[in-house]
Nanobody
């Protein structure tokens, strides 16, 4: 069973940065497509960023140019810059489109 544990969420002001990490069990981070999703209050979960085992990345239009996804050993990192209030959500790590972490809350105040 794949285990994913997110960390790094918190409360920041608009324009500031946060760095989210997701530690995966075994070699899942290096061998599968890893992604970040988010779910804002009252909204459906939405795609944020993805990194394939090849290293190819993709982003939602709403975060392109502000967020960067990368791998660092057994974890996948989401660097979030120039945060906006609309980025407020619970951020979830996903492995292979199947396994989910429990999420970490990001709150951006205006």
């Amino acid at each position: 069973q794949v285990q994913l544990v997110e960390s790094g969420g918190g409360l920041v002001q608009a324009g500031e940065s946060l760095r989210l990490s997701c530690v995966g069990s075994g070699s899942v981070v290096s061998t599968t497509t890893m992604a970040w999703y988010r779910q804002a209050p009252g909204k459906q979960r939405e795609f944020v960023a993805r990194i394939r085992s090849s290293g190819t990345t993709s982003y939602a239009d709403s975060v392109k140019g502000r967020f960067t996804i990368s791998r660092d050993g057994v974890k996948v990192v989401l660097q979030m810059n120039s945060l906006k209030p609309e980025d407020t959500a619970v951020y979830y790590c996903n492995s292979g489109g199947t396994f989910w972490g429990k999420g970490t809350l990001v709150t951006v105040s205006s």
